[in-house]
C-alpha cells in the first residue's frame, strides 16, 4: 500500500479550528497520535525520495502545541501539519517545507527564509555584480511553470549601501529569496501527492546550486569552505 495523506489528518485540523481549547484537544488525543503517525510517514517517505536525488540530513517536525507567549492569538494548537528538510551544510544551502492545512491551504515552499546578515550581504553583491545566472534560471520554462517567482519581505526601495536605480534592485531589494507552490486538497489526498512534491523539489536543484556556489565562495569566487 502506497504512502499518503490520510483524510482524516484534514478532518481533524477543520474540527479543532472550531474547537481550538485543551479540553477538546485532550479528548481526541488518541485520535490525533494515529494520524500523525500517518503523516509521519508521509515526510518520511519525502524525506526518502529527497535523498534519492539529494543529500538531506535531517528532517524536522513541528509540534501541533503553539508558543503564544507573544501573540495575541491564544488558540493553543497549531491547525496544520509542517515539516523542514535540511541539506547538509555547509558545502549544501538552502532548504526545503512541507505544509499540510485543510481548506486549500497547503503548500511546499524552498529556498532562504531567513538569510544570515553576512549571507543575506553576499546575495545582493552577487546581484549587484551579475544577475545574468539567477534571471536565466527564473526565466527557464520548466522551472518558473512549477515555481514561478521569488516571494517573501522585501525593503521598500533599496538596502543600505545599495542603489535604488540598479538594473537588478528588484532581485536585490529582496530579505527572502522563496518559492511557493500551493496544493487543493484534493491534491494533497491524491496517490501522486508525494510524487509531485518531490518532482518540484528536484526542480529547485539549479537554483540551489547556483546559490550553494554563491554562498560558499567569495566575490572573487574563492572558495570559503
Not at 48 to 77: A, C, G, Q, T, W
Not at 102 to 129: C, H, Q, V, Y
Request: no cysteine; proline share 4%.
Amino acid at each position: 500500500m502506497s504512502v499518503q495523506v490520510p483524510k482524516e489528518a484534514l478532518e481533524f485540523f477543520k474540527k479543532l479550528e472550531k474547537n481550538n481549547d485543551r479540553d477538546w484537544f485532550n479528548e481526541h488525543k488518541t485520535e490525533f497520535k494515529k494520524i500523525e503517525k500517518n503523516v509521519k510517514a508521509v515526510y518520511n517517505t519525502v524525506l526518502k525520495s529527497l535523498n534519492e536525488h539529494d543529500e538531506v540530513d535531517k528532517l524536522k517536525m513541528f509540534r501541533i502545541y503553539r508558543d503564544v507567549r507573544f501573540s495575541k492569538d491564544k488558540s493553543p494548537y497549531k491547525t496544520h501539519f509542517g515539516g523542514s528538510f535540511h541539506r547538509t551544510k555547509p558545502k549544501l544551502r538552502g532548504g526545503y517545507y512541507l505544509h499540510i492545512q485543510p481548506n486549500n491551504e497547503s503548500f511546499i515552499a524552498t529556498g532562504f527564509w531567513e538569510p544570515a546578515p553576512t549571507d543575506l550581504l553576499r546575495i545582493r553583491k552577487e546581484f549587484e555584480m551579475d544577475d545574468t545566472e539567477i534571471r536565466a534560471i527564473l526565466k527557464d520554462k520548466t522551472f518558473n511553470s512549477i515555481w514561478g517567482n521569488f516571494v517573501g519581505d522585501e525593503v521598500k526601495t533599496a538596502p543600505k549601501g545599495f542603489s535604488k536605480d540598479h538594473k537588478a534592485i528588484d532581485l536585490i531589494k529582496k530579505k527572502q529569496y522563496i518559492f511557493i507552490k500551493k496544493y487543493t486538497d484534493s491534491q494533497v489526498l491524491s496517490d501522486g501527492f508525494i510524487d509531485d512534491v518531490n518532482k518540484s523539489f528536484k526542480a529547485i536543484r539549479p537554483y540551489f546550486n547556483y546559490m550553494s556556489e554563491v554562498l560558499t565562495t567569495d566575490l572573487n569566487g574563492v572558495s570559503l569552505i
